[in-house]
C-alpha cells in the first residue's frame, strides 16, 4: 500500500491533479505511517492552492509594507515617549508568551512563569517602597544578575545541545533527533524569554530605587551629594577599597572616579541596561570595567536581548494585524 500511495502522492504534488488526490482520500490514515499522512497532508495543500499565486503575492506584500510602517511606528514612538513604550512593551512581553502556552498547555512553562512572576513580583514592591530599605538595592540586584545568570546559562545549553543535534552527534546517545531539537530549542526559549523580561524589570526597578536613594535623577541634578565612602547605587558605605581583595565582592572605579559595590555597578550596568554612571551620568566604557574575556559575553548576551525582546513582544501583535487586513480584504 505504501508503494501505490507514494505514486498517487506524487502525481498530485507535481501535476496536481484532482483524480489522484480523491484517489489518495480513500485511503485509509490508520494503515499509514506518519510520513505518509504528512505527505498525504502536502499533496492536499498544494492542490487546494493551486491558482492562488496572485493572492499569496498580495499578502506577502501586505506583511512586507505593514512590517515597515509597524516598525516606523515603534522607532518614534520609543524615541517620543520611552516611559509608556517600555512599559507596554514590558506588558507585552508578560502577557503574550502566557496566551499562546496556555493555549497549547505547556504547563512546565506556565509553572516556570507563575514562580517567577511571583518573586519578581515580591522584589518589584520591596523596590518601589518608600522610604526605601537598606537592603532592598543588594535583594534587587542580587536577584536580577542570578537571573540574569541562569538565563545564560540555559540559552548557552540550550544553543549547544540544538548544535549537537544538527551535527548528528544525538545519535552517539541513541537520543532521538526530534526529542533532541525539542529539548534544545525548548531550553532555548527558556533562557531567553526570561533573560528579557528580567531585564525588564531590572531596569523599571533600577529608576524606582536610584531615585529613591536620591543620588540618581532621570533628568536634572541629583538630589544629593555623593560621598566618596557611599555607593550612589544602594545608598550604603563602601566598606572595600578598590585596590583590595574583597571576601565577598570588590569594590570598582569608574573613568568619573566613583566607586560603587562590585554587585550594585555590574546589576546597574548589565542587568539594569544603564551605561550611565549612577551619580554624574558620563557614559559608562564596559569593556574597560569588564576587562576578563569570560565576563564580556555577558555584555554582547545582554545586547542580543534587548534585540529579542521587539520579537516576543510585538511580531505576535503585528502577524495578528497582518491575518486581520487579510481578513477584512477577503484574503484567508
Request: aromatic share 14%; glycine share 6%.
Amino acid at each position: 500500500m505504501a508503494g501505490v500511495f507514494e505514486v498517487e502522492v506524487d502525481g498530485v504534488e507535481h501535476n496536481h491533479g484532482h483524480g489522484h488526490l480523491d484517489d489518495a482520500s480513500q485511503i485509509d490514515l490508520s494503515q499509514l505511517s506518519p510520513e505518509e499522512k504528512w505527505r498525504l497532508e502536502h499533496a492536499k495543500m498544494h492542490a487546494k492552492h493551486k491558482g492562488h499565486e496572485a493572492m499569496h503575492a498580495e499578502m506577502v506584500l501586505i506583511l512586507i509594507v505593514t512590517l515597515v510602517i509597524a516598525q516606523l511606528v515603534l522607532v518614534q514612538w520609543k524615541q517620543r515617549h520611552p516611559k509608556s513604550y517600555n512599559l507596554v512593551t514590558l506588558f507585552q512581553m508578560w502577557v503574550v508568551p502566557l496566551y499562546f502556552t496556555t493555549k497549547l498547555h505547556w504547563w512546565r512553562f506556565l509553572v516556570t512563569w507563575f514562580i517567577f512572576s511571583v518573586v519578581t513580583a515580591f522584589i518589584t514592591f520591596r523596590a518601589t517602597r518608600k522610604p526605601l530599605d537598606c537592603t532592598t538595592p543588594r535583594l534587587v540586584y542580587k536577584w536580577f544578575l542570578l537571573l540574569y545568570k541562569i538565563s545564560y546559562t540555559t540559552g548557552i545549553v540550550g544553543y549547544t545541545v540544538v548544535m549537537f543535534t544538527l551535527f548528528g552527534i544525538n545519535l552517539i546517545f541513541r537520543i532521538k533527533p526530534e526529542d533532541a531539537m525539542d529539548f534544545g530549542v525548548s531550553l532555548l526559549f527558556y533562557g531567553l524569554y526570561y533573560g528579557v523580561l528580567g531585564r525588564d524589570f531590572a531596569e523599571m526597578c533600577a529608576d524606582f530605587m536610584a531615585s529613591t536613594v536620591g543620588f540618581y535623577s532621570a533628568s536634572g541634578m541629583p538630589t544629593k551629594h555623593l560621598s566618596d565612602s557611599i555607593c550612589a547605587v544602594c545608598g550604603q558605605p563602601i566598606l572595600v577599597d578598590v585596590s583590595e581583595e574583597g571576601i565577598i565582592e570588590n569594590t570598582y572605579r569608574l573613568s568619573c572616579n566613583h566607586v560603587f559595590h562590585e554587585f550594585c555597578i555590574r546589576g546597574w550596568c548589565i542587568v539594569g541596561k544603564k551605561q550611565t554612571c549612577p551619580y554624574c551620568k558620563e557614559k559608562v566604557d564596559l569593556k574597560r570595567m569588564f576587562s576578563n574575556p569570560w565576563e564580556r559575553p555577558h555584555v554582547m548576551y545582554g545586547q542580543l536581548l534587548d534585540w529579542l525582546r521587539y520579537l516576543v513582544a510585538w511580531q505576535p501583535v503585528i502577524i495578528g494585524l497582518v491575518q486581520g487586513i487579510n481578513y477584512i480584504l477577503g484574503l484567508e
